[in-house]
């Protein structure tokens, strides 16, 4: 059964600093990868997908894929107070079986 | 833009009382989930409709039930809520493996 690992579980970096979130998971047939936000009462929302090994950027976000080593990062340039959330990394295998695996979240907050 | 909605927002339950959740979606999308968030152990399926009528078992369906009447509602029964369970119900609905959209969720609180 894919086991999708998140590290670390909470995280402090200073407004304007990098914040990297680390996701590993288990089964070497996943496919699509995905970074899910979620911020205090509300429900997680889609922040990026990557499909592709190496690296994604989409303004101050940056994922990368390596499937070879089962591992796939987040990197939050120039961090706003705002991007303070839980992040979930999210695995699917892409067979139909719509079942895709979220890890247990980093908690980032943005020191003003 | 389409709109997930969720309701109650909040449900306090009694121990041994059958609870239902509710989730409305107008995105027209085919697939529908039901997920619990519990501090710490990130987000466990307990059932997900691949269209109208459809139900699938997640890794968490013991202790809960579905219902998937119609394309665009996906209901969820606690059937017997358990003392002091506390926990985020949070529905979803996707085109296949697309991003998944999420309602805000519905938290529960047993006593």
């Known amino acids: 059964q894919q086991k999708v690992q998140q590290s670390p579980e909470s995280l402090i970096v200073p407004e304007g600093g990098m914040a990297s979130l680390n996701c590993t998971f288990s089964d070497r047939n996943s496919q699509y990868f995905w970074w899910y936000r979620q911020h205090s009462g509300e429900g997680p929302k889609a922040l990026m997908?990557?499909?592709?090994?190496g690296d994604k950027k989409e303004g101050r976000f940056t994922a990368h894929l390596n499937k070879a080593s089962l591992y796939v990062s987040l990197h939050i340039k120039d961090s706003q107070p705002s991007d303070s959330a839980l992040y979930f990394c999210?695995?699917?295998?892409?067979?139909?079986?719509?079942?895709?695996?979220f890890g247990s979240g980093t908690r980032l907050l943005v020191s003003p | 833009g389409g709109i997930i909605t969720q309701t109650p927002k909040f449900l306090i339950g009694q121990e041994g009382q059958k609870l239902t959740l509710k989730c409305q979606q107008n995105?027209?999308?085919?697939?529908m989930y039901w997920y619990r968030q519990d501090s710490g152990k990130g987000l466990r399926l307990i059932y997900y409709?691949?269209?109208?009528?459809?139900?699938q078992k997640g890794d968490l369906s013991e202790g809960y039930d579905a219902s998937r009447e119609k394309k665009s509602s996906f209901s969820l029964t606690v059937t017997s809520a358990q003392k002091n369970e506390m926990a985020v119900f949070l529905c979803a609905s996707s085109i296949g493996d697309s991003d998944y959209t999420f309602g805000s969720g519905t938290r529960l609180l047993v006593i």
């Open positions: 995105f027209n999308h085919d697939t």
């Open positions: 999210a695995v699917s295998m892409g067979t139909g079986g719509y079942k895709v695996v």
């Open positions: 997908s990557i499909f592709s090994n």
């Open positions: 409709s691949i269209t109208e009528n459809d139900l």
